[in-house]
């Protein structure tokens, strides 16, 4: 069984960063696709960022590129979200989440944190 834990989250102004971890216990094997999926108020859930483990494949949301960088280091067994130039549109519940083994990033994810708040003032 996998937990996941998030931590980073927070206020921050517009044009702000945060860094948003994710700690994996248990075994996640190579090639597993992780990522960070974000709630705003609202809105629907949509993913924005995913990472394939031990491959560095990444993909990000066109709303996030270029500002958003996702990682997952293989030893801390952790994955991390960089986010750089904040926008008050990216304030939402933030939650990571894994599939239980390799295959494409589409739902369903077998593992889920239990969500850390980014909020962003102008």
């Known amino acids: 069984q996998v937990q996941l834990v998030e931590s980073g989250g927070g206020s921050v102004q517009a044009g702000g960063s945060l860094r948003l971890s994710c700690a994996a216990s248990g075994y996640i094997s190579s090639g597993t696709c992780m990522g960070w999926l974000r709630k705003a108020p609202g809105k629907e859930r949509e993913g924005i960022a995913f990472v394939y483990t031990g491959i560095d494949k990444t993909w990000l949301r066109d709303s996030v590129e270029g500002r958003f960088t996702i990682s997952h280091d293989t030893a801390k067994n952790t994955m991390f979200l960089q986010m750089n130039n904040l926008k008050r549109e990216d304030t939402a519940m933030y939650y990571c989440?894994?599939?239980?083994?390799?295959?494409?990033?589409?739902?369903?994810?077998?593992?889920w944190g239990q969500g850390t708040q980014v909020t962003v003032s102008s």
């Open positions: 989440a894994a599939r239980a083994s390799s295959g494409d990033c589409t739902p369903p994810f077998a593992y």
